[in-house]
């Protein structure tokens, strides 16, 4: 190394002789070719040469001379980023998550061809005082509730400027943080923007709003710089989506992203959940366990229709040796509403639960303490030896209620409806919902049609503390939904419960994308907003959109989490019912079967109604199988 050099260099960078530049490029500059081209011996570790990430980086053939127009963006690139992270509202509850997000909207930013739509949203929205109108420098603003505090900080009373008098130190600092946020919100929204854009709307200077701007700047939230080429002053950037116009300016992402048919996206979702070649073994059950986490379906469908739909054979021993093993847990986790006075129901086949992995209990069950409020005495008796004595066995509970069987079952029943108690073992909830006469011993008797008192401990659902920091939890939410089907955007998640509001799921996921570990674009045609991916989901998208005539035929459940017809694909929403079926072929609804009934739609030839038809009808896969010597028995 030129030691001397370095110091002449660390002096002038120390004295201001050398300015120096940050300059965020799509591509290595030619000046860092140096160091990635770099001899072995320049490197003091023993990692092989063919596994450096210098060699993932991609290099340009350039010299000095085009140094400059590498960093240059395309226009169209901006144009889709900045039409992506705008709203597209399709009713007043997703306009005022719009409001929300941007921090308010000037009435001038909306599109002529929109306007008539949005003020009919925005007249429900200030009728219901869930939005407010404000005259700002003769400009027209709108304004969530939520953020109209932190704007009339800004600008109290409608000022065009803060107050002349000096305020107190803390009530400044106040009104700068909310400043900054109204900022940061806005860039969320309007892409590449320069100071005089964003100081327009509020009548305030730029040199205040460059404070702002790089306070955001020493966050690493903003990036400023020349973007866009016809707009000489300089723009900021939410980096996020600069990152997004960088690869979207390169032409081979670009075909990587291109969307698919509604259609397309169906078949793609079968394949992202096993449904064209079913797996077996009990890690892929653990893999189709975890995709479906938190999914509530009726109790009987999931070892009747879901589950052997994605694994073939499928084995109910060893679900349930995953819930005795403690890495899952199967419980209610939404209990209706509106019921709580009143006797209430035991569980029976179509009561709705769902598979939680233990350790993300407390992510899903948002619980500080248990209710036994309108509870029948029996189900009180059994909650409060649960919680004196803890998991106890079946016959154990007997023994210290002294109930009847025939009481204990009811009481547990009606516990496990209302999501108080789970057993660590399926076997219990699966003798639960079984007929009763099903359950009565003969001569020779299914295996898995034990008793309840087969069914393993029975324990309380613990109170959960919610977890206060949200930015968390909804990442967790977006890295869960991402597993389930790969691609996430708002209409998709319309069957979804539990989940956090689409604004803070759309933080996480723009954080996620930021960080490089999703991509973010559109995927799928005809859905407004924003779409997220996961890498290799997009490559599996981009494979499936290239196969021409599949003609692959997939039936379905109607309570099947991928019911998605009047969601993704045309026609009405078929509820979700046990026994009811959908069959598509290449993704799309063809016939449905309701109760007895089959409909076959006009498109589908005559000569191939009777194979859609016992498609529909015949029970492809057995629904349980146990493990013996002798091999599986149904």
């Not at 300089?234 to 989506?241: D, N």
């Amino acid at each position: 190394m030129d030691i001397d050099g370095l110091k002449r260099v660390l002096q002038g960078i120390e004295s201001g002789e050398i300015q120096v530049v940050a300059k965020d490029l799509p591509t290595p500059s030619l000046m860092a070719h140096e160091i990635l081209n770099a001899r072995p011996y320049a490197f003091l570790d023993d990692t092989p040469a063919e596994e450096r990430r210098a060699l993932a980086v991609q290099q340009r053939r350039m010299d000095a001379g085009n140094a400059a127009e590498m960093g240059q963006l395309d226009p169209k690139a901006i144009e889709r980023v900045k039409q992506e992270a705008w709203p597209q509202p399709r009713n007043p509850d997703e306009l005022h998550d719009a409001l929300v997000i941007s921090g308010f909207i000037v009435e001038q930013e909306i599109s002529p061809f929109d306007l008539p739509t949005w003020q009919n949203y925005l007249g429900e929205l200030q009728q219901q005082r869930r939005a407010t109108r404000l005259m700002l420098n003769e400009q027209t603003l709108w304004v969530a509730a939520e953020r109209l505090q932190a704007l009339t900080m800004v600008c109290p009373d409608g000022r065009t400027e803060p107050a002349i008098e000096p305020l107190p130190a803390e009530e400044a600092e106040s009104i700068d943080r909310a400043f900054v946020e109204i900022l940061r919100s806005r860039l969320e929204s309007l892409g590449p923007v320069t100071v005089a854009q964003l100081a327009a709307p509020l009548g305030l200077s730029t040199a205040k709003v460059d404070q702002a701007m790089a306070s955001l700047e020493q966050e690493g939230y903003a990036i400023q710089g020349h973007f866009d080429p016809s707009q000489s002053d300089i723009e900021w950037c939410e980096r996020g989506l600069l990152a997004r116009i960088h690869r979207y300016t390169l032409k081979q992402l670009r075909n990587e992203i291109a969307p698919v048919s509604p259609g397309e996206f169906m078949a793609f979702l079968f394949n992202w959940q096993g449904l064209d070649e079913p797996s077996e073994g009990s890690h892929a059950l653990q893999r189709v366990i975890g995709q479906l986490e938190g999914v509530s379906l009726p109790a009987a469908s999931w070892e009747e229709e879901v589950l052997p739909s994605r694994l073939q054979p499928y084995f109910s021993g060893e679900l349930d040796q995953l819930c005795s093993s403690g890495q899952l847990v199967w419980l209610r986790l939404h209990p209706p509403e509106g019921q709580q006075k009143g006797p209430k129901n035991p569980a029976i086949k179509t009561t709705p639960l769902a598979f939680i992995l233990r350790s993300n209990l407390p992510l899903w069950r948002q619980q500080d303490e248990l209710s036994n409020e309108g509870l029948s005495a029996t189900a009180v008796k059994i909650l409060d030896v649960l919680k004196h004595w803890g998991a106890s066995f079946f016959d154990e509970l007997k023994q210290q209620t002294g109930l009847l069987k025939t009481q204990l079952e009811n009481g547990l029943g009606e516990l496990v409806a209302w999501g108080l108690v789970t057993s660590d073992q399926f076997q219990g909830l699966r003798s639960m919902i079984s007929p009763q006469k099903s359950r009565r011993p003969t001569r020779r008797r299914n295996p898995l049609q034990a008793p309840l008192a087969s069914g393993g401990r029975w324990s309380l659902v613990r109170p959960t503390q919610p977890n206060e920091d949200r930015l968390q939890r909804s990442e967790q939410f977006a890295r869960i939904l991402l597993n389930r089907y790969g691609v996430v955007f708002r209409k998709l998640l319309d069957r979804e419960q539990g989940l956090p509001p689409w604004r803070d799921l759309l933080y996480a996921l723009r954080r996620m994308e930021a960080r490089g570990e999703i991509r973010g674009g559109r995927f799928v045609e005809g859905f407004a907003g924003e779409h997220f991916a996961l890498p290799e989901a997009v490559g599996q998208l981009r494979e499936l959109s290239k196969q021409q005539d599949r003609q692959q035929m997939i039936t379905i459940s109607s309570a099947d989490p991928l019911n998605l017809t009047g969601i993704i694909t045309p026609g009405k929403r078929i509820p979700a019912q046990l026994g009811h079926r959908i069959l598509y072929q290449d993704g799309k609804p063809v016939a449905t079967k309701q109760g007895k009934t089959i409909t076959i739609d006009d498109c589908v030839p005559n000569n191939e109604h009777w194979q859609i038809h016992n498609l529909l009808t015949r029970q492809p896969h057995p629904a349980n199988y146990l493990k013996s010597e002798q091999g599986p028995l149904a």
